[in-house]
Structures are given as structure tokens and as C-alpha cells.
């Protein structure tokens, strides 16, 4: 279970630097001094992820879904006249990102609620072994919170027809057709 923490959590850190441009990446390489542009990037992806998990949005967390032929809901839905979904399938995916918002809404609360337990357990200076468990606790919850938004891709992927997924494809990664296995 611990191994499992600690991939997340190194999984939540590559998430993190994927966001960033190359031109973010070298200026990683320096120090992080107080009041430095590093500094006031990191403290602006900080927020960035604030108001995402208090949206119940998904801030990256189906990108590789996205990208292999798994669509979030969301994106279907903006797409719905060129993908010609019918109605039901529209109330379906409806249905479907109603639901992943409201468990992702559920969890972003739990994550930041942990997040602020972490911050006040280090400045009680609690002990090495709590802090730990905390920290794999909140990458436990960071994990079920991205599997919330990749099995809503995964079934969102079920609610359409190989063209349609195709099309989707096409339209959002420019051309690479990973629709094997639709419907």
C-alpha cells in the first residue's frame, strides 16, 4: 500500500511538471528563493489546483485517457454536433459527468482538507511516522480522485460508436486514430 502512495505521489509531481512549458523547466533547475519567479509559480499552480479540485475539475488527471482514444465527457459534449450524438447519448454523457463532478467535488474537498491537516501537523511538529501516514493518506485520495475522472472516460468511451470516436480523435489529437475496440 505504501508503494502504491508513493507512486501516486510521484505520479502527482510528473503531473505537475507536464503543466509547465520548457522554459518552466530550466528555471526548476534553480533555487526556489523566497520572492523568486520560481517561487510565485509554483504558489500560481498551487492555486490553479485549489479552484480545479473545488470545481470538481479534472486539472490533467485524464490526459493519457484523453489522448489514447478515451474521451471525457466534457469535451464530448462540446463536440456534440460533429460527433452527431443522439439524444440519448448526449443525456448519457450528461449523466455520466454529473456523477464524476459530484464524486470529484466529494474528494477535491477530502484532498484539501488533508492537505490543510499536513500543513498544521508540520507546524505542531508532529512526528515523522504521522506525517508520513498523512502524506500517503492524502496520495491515496489523490488517487482515487484521478480514478474518478479516468473511469468516467473509460465509460464515456463505451457510450460511442468507432466513428464517433474516430471523429473525436481527429478533432481534438489531430488525426491519430485510437478508437481499437469501440463499439
Not at 488533508?114 to 511516522?129: K, P
Amino acid at each position: 500500500m505504501k508503494r502504491i502512495a508513493l507512486a501516486v505521489a510521484l505520479f502527482s509531481f510528473s503531473v505537475f511538471a507536464q503543466q509547465h512549458d520548457t522554459s518552466m523547466h530550466a528555471q526548476h533547475t534553480q533555487q526556489d528563493q523566497p520572492g523568486s519567479k520560481v517561487e510565485a509559480d509554483h504558489h500560481a499552480f498551487l492555486k490553479l489546483e485549489r479552484e480545479a479540485l473545488e470545481k470538481g475539475q479534472g486539472f490533467g488527471m485524464a490526459l493519457a485517457a484523453d489522448r489514447n482514444g478515451y474521451p471525457g465527457p466534457r469535451h464530448i459534449l462540446e463536440l456534440k454536433e460533429p460527433l452527431k450524438l443522439t439524444s440519448q447519448q448526449e443525456a448519457a454523457v450528461a449523466e455520466l459527468m454529473a456523477g464524476m463532478k459530484e464524486k470529484a467535488l466529494v474528494r477535491g474537498r477530502e484532498i484539501l482538507d488533508a492537505e490543510g491537516r499536513l500543513e498544521e501537523m508540520f507546524r505542531a511538529g508532529r512526528s515523522e511516522t504521522e506525517l508520513r501516514e498523512e502524506t500517503y493518506r492524502i496520495a491515496t485520495l489523490r488517487a482515487q480522485l484521478r480514478w474518478v475522472h479516468l473511469e468516467t472516460h473509460v465509460a464515456a468511451r463505451n457510450l460511442l460508436t468507432a466513428e464517433q470516436l474516430a471523429t473525436y480523435q481527429r478533432m481534438r489529437h489531430g488525426g491519430t486514430d485510437h478508437a481499437h475496440g469501440a463499439q
